[in-house]
């Protein structure tokens, strides 16, 4: 699996993980659970294609990726976060992909 697509992978997780979603990674694939609080997948994947803002970090937990990360701020975290380890900008392109595949 290419950094990016690793990239792309975790984006979507997060993105599932705001809606409610279990979310678990395993070499380029998601593992999604849904309980009794979470939606319809289709509506999901539906709102993040038509590009309807997504927050990330609903249910992103800690965001520390370092050990000795020196940012405690969470804003500053997220943006450290979307910077090097995630693409929100292609999320309705990846979802478009799943959706058509």
Wanted: charged share 20%; hydrophobic share 50%; proline share 6%.
């Amino acid at each position: 699996m290419s950094p990016l697509q690793a990239v792309k992978t975790s984006t979507l997780a997060l993105a599932l993980r705001s809606e409610r979603f279990s979310v678990e990674q395993h070499d380029g694939f998601l593992l999604l659970g849904a309980g009794d609080e979470s939606p319809d997948l289709q509506l999901v994947l539906a709102k993040i294609l038509s590009g309807e803002a997504v927050d990330l970090f609903a249910g992103a937990g800690n965001l520390m990726s370092k050990k000795f990360h020196q940012i405690p701020f969470a804003p500053l975290l997220e943006l450290d976060a979307c910077s090097s380890k995630l693409v929100p900008d292609l999320l309705p392109r990846v979802v478009d992909h799943i959706m058509r595949a």
